[in-house]
């Protein structure tokens, strides 16, 4: 079974309970992560644990490391990312503290070569097609159904949706957000996507968990967005993630049923294009744990 990462969100900078714990710091070809990786076990899961923004909430979303905190959990061995994040809604019937489980992007920052492990010299194309993981999408919308049935608030589970990616840190325009309520987006937020890109590079499975927060600022009967808000949301939003995530994790321990498959793992097989002789030896060596696999080290 897969290592499994989850990367906290806002509101979920630690991860108390786990087993055998050990904190590792990493170096990596792209700086240092965002925190120290927090390793562990729960109940015959292997867990890795990553605070996106840095105990203590120190980085803004256009200053978080993606190439260092996705290739640092390469090295660690994890096969499958769950990623906890605060987003607005775009949709009346998505509400604040329901969840969605994202499985389109539409991409609106400006710093794309952020998002790649490849350039300077070495060239990849990934299919993006399906940019999150239907088995682990799949996995997590179970444990997230039996969760929600018990649930008294009535929060509720949107198992696919369109996540639009803004940079911030500001949030939108009244005039963005109507525009990306006309184009059919769903929710909206300022970190996702990258991982997404990255994850698939490194042919990880991976899965973004979006914890309402808001209404963004289209909405005429709500009150606009405003940091209060989202932190009273993400304070309940965290709880409810904690819960869902550790059942998840006694799920992700046992075998997967025959058929439950994905082509995640296969990401790179045919997406370097650049000739195999010129790429640097030292190149190579450098980014084993993402091209290992297909170009040796």
């Known amino acids: 079974m897969k290592t499994l ?3 906290g969100g806002s509101g979920l900078y630690e991860w108390p309970g786990l087993e055998k714990v050990k904190r590792r710091r990493i170096s990596t070809p792209f700086g240092d992560p965002s925190d120290e990786f927090l390793c562990g076990e729960w109940k015959g899961c292997r867990v890795v644990f990553l605070p996106r923004h840095g105990r203590g909430h120190r980085l803004l979303p256009s200053e978080i490391p993606h190439r260092a905190n996705i290739f640092g959990f390469k090295i660690l061995g994890v096969g499958a990312v769950v990623s906890v994040s605060a987003v607005g809604s775009l949709r009346e019937e998505m509400r ?11 991409d609106r920052t400006k710093n794309s070569a952020a998002h790649t492990f490849f350039g300077n010299g070495v060239a990849a194309h990934i299919a993006f097609g399906e940019p999150a993981c239907p088995v682990l999408r799949s996995r997590l919308a179970s444990v997230l159904r039996e969760l929600l049935a018990q649930d008294r608030a009535g929060r509720r589970l949107f198992d696919r949706g369109i996540y639009v990616n803004m940079e911030g840190p500001a949030f939108s ?5 109507e525009t990306y309520r006309r184009l059919g987006f769903d929710v909206i937020g300022m970190t996702s996507l990258a991982e997404a890109k990255l994850c698939r590079e490194a042919e990880i499975c991976y899965q973004p968990m979006a914890m309402v927060t808001d209404y963004d600022c289209w909405h005429e009967t709500e009150e606009p967005v405003t940091v209060e808000m989202v932190i009273a949301n993400v304070n309940a939003n965290a709880a409810l993630a904690r819960d869902a995530l550790m059942r998840l994790m006694e799920s992700w321990a ?9 082509e995640c793992g296969r990401a790179l097989q045919n997406a370097i294009i650049t000739d195999r002789s010129r790429i640097p030896a030292e190149w190579r060596k450098r980014m084993a744990p993402v091209t290992g696999r297909v170009l040796g080290e």
Do not use: H, K, M
Not at 173 to 177: D, F, L, N, W
Not at 254 to 262: I, S, Y
């Open 173 to 177: 325009t009244r005039a963005e957000s």
């Open 254 to 262: 046992t075998p997967q049923p025959e058929g439950e498959t994905c």
């Open 96 to 106: 604040p503290q329901d969840v969605v489980l994202p499985d389109q992007y539409f």
């Open 5 to 7: 990462g989850i990367i």
